[in-house]
């Protein structure tokens, strides 16, 4: 076990001794805003070296090391009163005209909150944390990888699961996508932060210069409205080397449609949208009326086509819903179809965000600017001897080879189909379109299913009265 694992572990241990933090959501909130001061300290190190001239916005008594790096310092009810009443004050109340980082820290303190109570453990947490050097390349990508395990937690966190999208799944999109230095990459919900950092990692080696790393750094972005997802992404874009996360708390959905003009265009849209989710009232008055509804992954997907430039890519994550749904949904996908090519549909099987959600999903991929064709249909099946994923053993990258090796030499085979436009709009736009190479299930009819429940119902109804016989002879 590395030396951060065990400090990990420690703030863990120490923070569940803690009244005040309840529940794991809490506690990486807790420890996640914690470490961002740590991390943002760290930078502010190697910032005074390499930005002539650079001034902290942070004023002097509240920085990291002026509060917390002295392992005797202030502990107890000073130090909460530190905590409570001045520090987290002036990092909400931070000017965030004086620089870009003050506008970070700013958005990142807005809704974030101590909820330790213990002025001692809270010292310890510190002391910990201080053991932790993120200047050092080594332990920042141990961390990296802690803090991917970190966010992996969110999935049994309650609600918090929605944050988080399994590594395998955002590092196949973003490959098929294939984003190229210098292009506008943006995901529109983008929760801690998975795809921009898989997109960064893609990019990392087309960066040959320091202008190149000026580059990458403003190409990519975020809007997140949650206050923890955002934190967590936030923190997550800083340890994989941004100094100046473009990470938003906005909701993209609140904006009226009309007032995206080409400023607002997009190369590349990667996301995984919250769906099941319904938007506050009014938020749908926004769209037209075509488009209007309170399902959120509807909205986002309507959002998007209008926000990618012509030849722009999208990879996106839909349920089934979308694919199946009438109504709305029907002029949605005809709007799609018409004004994207949507050349792939990756059909996933269930349990893929367990244990959030057993919803079966799809990986759409799109682009804009020519009206659909065909649509390419694959189907991603369990690897050998596995029934369903679940947090032990979620979907692994490997997974995805056998689509990576088909993508650029599509042919029909057990696990691939194509199926043409015409037969598409025959079909009322319905795309929730099965493997023709499989067998189709033979269901019955209703009436005779109704019938085999209720002779069912009969034999479970004479089994219980003839164990209520028994029952009652055994008694007298």
């Given at each position: 076990m590395s030396n951060i694992t065990t400090n990990i572990k420690g703030i863990r241990d120490i923070m569940r001794k803690d009244t005040g933090v309840d529940g794991d959501a809490q506690r990486i909130s807790q420890m996640v805003w914690m470490l961002f001061m740590k991390i943002f300290a760290d930078k502010e190190e190697e910032w005074e070296i390499t930005i002539d001239g650079y001034e902290s916005p942070i004023p002097e008594k509240f920085k990291w090391q002026n509060w917390a790096a002295d392992d005797e310092g202030r502990t107890g009810d000073e130090l909460m009163e530190f905590i409570n009443n001045e520090l987290f004050p002036a990092l909400k109340e931070l000017d965030i005209t004086i620089s870009p980082q003050?506008?970070?820290?700013?958005?990142?303190?807005?809704?974030?909150?101590?909820?330790?109570?213990?002025?001692?453990?809270?010292?310890?947490?510190?002391?910990?944390?201080?053991?932790?050097?993120?200047?050092?390349?080594?332990?920042?990508?141990?961390?990296?990888?802690?803090?991917?395990?970190?966010?992996?937690?969110?999935?049994?966190?309650?609600s918090s699961g929605e944050y988080y999208t399994p590594r395998a799944v955002t590092q196949f999109m973003v490959d098929m996508i294939n984003p190229q230095l210098g292009e506008s990459i943006l995901d529109p919900a983008c929760g801690t932060g998975g795809f921009l950092t898989c997109t960064i990692?893609?990019?990392?080696?087309?960066?040959?210069?320091?202008?190149?790393?000026?580059?990458?750094?403003?190409?990519?972005?975020?809007?997140?409205?949650?206050?923890?997802?955002?934190?967590?992404?936030?923190?997550?874009?800083?340890?994989?080397?941004?100094?100046?996360?473009?990470?938003?708390?906005?909701?993209?959905l609140s904006k009226p449609y009309a007032?995206?003009?080409?400023?607002?265009?997009?190369?590349?849209?990667?996301?995984?949208?919250?769906?099941?989710?319904v938007e506050e009232d009014g938020t749908e008055t926004n769209f037209p009326k075509k488009f209007r509804t309170k399902e959120t992954a509807d909205l986002f997907?309507?959002?998007?086509?209008?926000?990618?430039?012509?030849?722009?890519?999208?990879?996106?994550?839909?349920?089934?819903?979308?694919?199946?749904?009438?109504?709305?949904?029907?002029?949605?996908?005809?709007?799609?179809?018409?004004?994207?090519?949507?050349?792939?549909?990756?059909?996933?099987?269930?349990?893929?965000?367990?244990?959030?959600?057993?919803?079966?999903?799809?990986?759409?991929?799109?682009?804009?600017?020519?009206?659909?064709?065909?649509?390419?249909?694959?189907?991603?099946?369990y690897p050998k001897g596995v029934k369903s994923y679940n947090k032990t053993k979620p979907i692994n990258i490997n997974e995805f080879d056998v689509e990576k090796a088909w993508w650029n030499n599509r042919k029909e085979n057990p696990f691939a189909w194509?199926?043409?436009?015409?037969?598409?709009?025959?079909?009322?736009?319905?795309?929730?379109?099965?493997?023709?190479?499989?067998?189709?299930?033979?269901?019955?009819?209703?009436?005779?299913?109704?019938e085999k429940f209720r002779a069912t119902e009969e034999k479970i109804s004479t089994i219980q009265d003839e164990i209520i016989n028994v029952l009652t002879e055994a008694l007298k």
């Open positions: 003050a506008q970070i820290i700013r958005s990142v303190f807005d809704d974030t909150y101590n909820y330790m109570k213990n002025g001692t453990l809270f010292r310890q947490v510190i002391n910990v944390i201080n053991e932790i050097d993120f200047n050092s390349t080594t332990e920042r990508h141990l961390f990296n990888d802690i803090y991917e395990t970190i966010l992996k937690e969110l999935q049994s966190a309650g990692d893609h990019l990392r080696g087309q960066v040959k210069t320091p202008k190149g790393r000026d580059v990458l750094q403003t190409s990519i972005r975020g809007i997140e409205k949650k206050p923890l997802p955002h934190l967590l992404c936030t923190t997550n874009l800083m340890l994989h080397g941004f100094d100046l996360p473009t990470v938003r708390r906005d909701n993209l007032d995206w003009g080409a400023k607002d265009k997009l190369d590349i849209i990667v996301t995984n949208p919250p769906f099941g989710g997907l309507a959002l998007i086509i209008k926000l990618l430039k012509n030849n722009g890519r999208c990879a996106i994550v839909l349920p089934d819903g979308t694919l199946f749904g009438e109504g709305m949904k029907t002029r949605l996908k005809e709007e799609l179809l018409e004004r994207c090519n949507l050349h792939t549909i990756v059909r996933l099987p269930n349990g893929v965000f367990n244990p959030y959600t057993g919803i079966k999903t799809n990986l759409l991929f799109f682009e804009k600017g020519t009206p659909t064709k065909e649509v390419w249909y694959y189907e991603h099946v194509k199926v043409s436009m015409e037969e598409i709009k025959k079909r009322g736009y319905n795309l929730d379109i099965k493997n023709p190479h499989q067998e189709v299930d033979t269901l019955a009819s209703p009436e005779v299913l109704l």
